[in-house]
């Protein structure tokens, strides 16, 4: 049910990148830069959007976002505008010498409270059918455990992806240039603040599930692209999922304060192919320390209930 729920979404969302580019047109044509729609799988220069979807829950967030709540939120504030310029033009003190002694209106008194409640209706239908999707979990495909601990991240493959695990930590300045001189990149591949010594690797159009824990305070794993965020508790497993339809590399960050480092504790996703996903797998297995006694699975893969 989650999946003909996920394909009826997409096909609602599927003219988002098509409206997007239109609006980068327009901004082009505005004189003002493209690149203030932001990257993909990163935040971009001037940026005064939400980042370019890369999953189907990522676009309806999106949709969500410019189709619903920017239009309500500009016609409120414009509406409001007029009410504050019609009363400092007619009830000044120079128009209005006796003040009215006006103490309500019914049709008004109506008015102000059923108008909030109906746009709050039209707010919260789609709203809880997008809250639905986002924690109804359909079957995984691939189950990836993150640990927060200050200030990194520590990612576990269970038994049937390898049994192994890895730390994820933020490349600095000088790793940064040390790798773009070695060879391994261009500097545009080690963004700031965001570039990792190990990335997570998954595959394209597949199903991850992502069980969330911590293991000191509080943290929040979250990839802005693929619209997901789940707090990591010590002692405690949440759980989130994402489907990449795009491949490329999506950076993401701890959006929970949890101390003198949290600004520097960002994780990067790379989505590959099925045959670079096993090619990188077969690699991974040699490369990172394996789990004693991993578990099969280190999450629900059935549909959350």
């Not at 200050?150 to 490349?171: H, I, N, S, T």
Request: hydrophobic content about 50%; aromatic content about 8%; overall charge positive.
């Amino acid at each position: 049910m989650a999946m003909k729920r996920l394909g009826n979404s997409e096909r609602n969302a599927g003219g988002l990148r098509a409206r997007l580019s239109a609006v980068t047109g327009l901004l082009g044509l505005a004189g003002l830069p493209s690149v203030a729609l932001a990257g993909m799988g990163q935040p971009s220069p001037w940026q005064i959007g939400l980042q370019t979807p890369a999953t189907p829950i990522a676009e309806n967030t999106q949709w969500f976002h410019n189709a619903i709540l920017l239009p309500i939120i500009t016609v409120i504030s414009l509406f409001v505008l007029i009410l504050i310029v019609m009363v400092v033009a007619k009830f000044k003190a120079s128009k209005n010498p006796v003040p009215s002694k006006t103490t309500h209106h019914a049709g008004l008194e109506v008015a102000w409270t059923l108008i909030p409640v109906l746009i709050l209706v039209a707010i919260a239908v789609p709203s809880f059918r997008l809250l639905r999707d986002q924690v109804t979990i359909p079957k995984a495909d691939l189950t990836i455990k993150a640990t927060g601990y200050a200030w990194y991240w520590k990612f576990a493959y269970p038994q049937d992806a390898g049994g192994f695990e890895f730390e994820v930590r933020m490349l600095s300045d000088e790793e940064r240039a040390a790798a773009v001189k070695a060879g391994k990149g261009k500097d545009a591949d080690f963004p700031r603040l965001l570039a990792v010594d190990n990335e997570v690797v998954v595959p394209v159009n597949k199903t991850v599930a992502v069980q969330v824990t911590a293991g000191d305070v509080l943290h929040a794993f979250a990839v802005p692209s693929f619209a997901v965020k789940a707090d990591a508790v010590p002692g405690r497993l949440n759980q989130t999922w994402f489907r990449a339809t795009t491949e490329g590399v999506f950076y993401g960050q701890c959006s929970e304060l949890c101390g003198k480092d949290h600004a520097f504790m960002p994780l990067a996703i790379r989505v590959v192919s099925q045959e670079k996903y096993d090619a990188w797998l077969a690699d991974a297995k040699k490369k990172y320390a394996r789990i004693e006694n991993a578990p099969v699975q280190t999450a629900q893969t059935e549909p959350a209930r």
